[in-house]
């Protein structure tokens, strides 16, 4: 059974350019997360999507970040334009629902630098 | 504001021993926790949790202890095995809900 997909694994950047980061959730998952895990900070949450829809994007940093989840097997994150401080490790989980508390399950991440 | 907090970001343990995790959080609101182990290249991957309404929960090697009063967990993994060298998190949220608030994360090295 394959996992959360994400795609790069890794991207090398410079400072002004557009980098979209792409996820495929699991198969029959309805909730998908976007992470965001930097040495300060750990891992934070930028916005999740129930059955497509944008619930909470309350982590989102500035207007730079944009995130699309146009079906059910893929969303995008899109930071435009790129600055240093975006240098992080994106993660994409999903989740569906079962009983009190759901288990999200991690995509392996796309390192991100920008330079 | 960090609202979970894992004050040690590295932890060294002697193979067999004890290792102990901790995590703090300031939201008196949060009942439910967990915990995460992320190994290199990978994403996290759930371990363990707990709901207020417990002060313990084990599975296996791993326990977690909840002290409200204190607003403090710890995970305890006995024995402590190379297998169990990771970075783990620590998470809370409320109960039913989605949204989980992480800490930074500390790296256990478990030595030979």
């Known amino acids: 059974d394959a996992g959360v997909i994400q795609s790069p694994r890794h991207e090398v950047t410079e400072m002004g350019q557009e980098v979209t980061l792409r996820c495929k959730p699991i198969?029959?998952?309805?909730?998908l997360f976007w992470y965001r895990q930097t040495m300060m900070r750990g891992l934070e949450l930028l916005i999740y999507?129930?059955?497509?829809?944008?619930?909470?994007d309350s982590g989102m940093p500035e207007d730079r970040f944009s995130a699309k989840m146009p079906n059910a097997s893929f969303s995008t994150l899109k930071i435009q334009p790129s600055e240093p401080r975006d240098s992080a490790v994106y993660f994409c989980?999903?989740?569906?629902?079962?009983?009190?508390?759901?288990?999200?399950?991690f995509g392996p991440g796309t390192r991100l630098l920008v330079l | 504001d960090q609202q979970v907090k894992q004050n040690s970001p590295s932890l060294s343990v002697q193979e067999g021993r004890i290792s102990i995790l901790n995590c703090d959080y300031t939201?008196?609101?949060?009942?439910?926790f967990l915990w995460y182990k992320k190994y290199p290249a990978e994403g996290p991957t759930f371990l363990i949790s707990?709901?207020?309404?417990?002060d313990k929960n084990e599975d296996g090697r791993f326990t977690v202890f909840l002290n409200k009063s204190a607003k403090h967990l710890s995970l305890h993994i006995v024995p402590s095995q190379p297998g169990d060298s990771a970075v783990y998190f620590c998470?809370?949220?409320?109960?039913?809900?989605?949204?989980?608030?992480f800490g930074q994360g500390t790296r256990l090295t478990i030595n030979p």
């Open positions: 998470a809370a949220t409320f109960q039913g809900a989605q949204k989980l608030v």
């Open positions: 939201n008196s609101m949060f009942d439910y």
């Open positions: 198969s029959g998952h309805n909730s």
């Open positions: 707990i709901s207020s309404i417990k």
């Open positions: 989980a999903s989740s569906f629902p079962s009983g009190l508390q759901e288990t999200q399950y």
């Open positions: 999507f129930n059955n497509n829809v944008p619930i909470d």
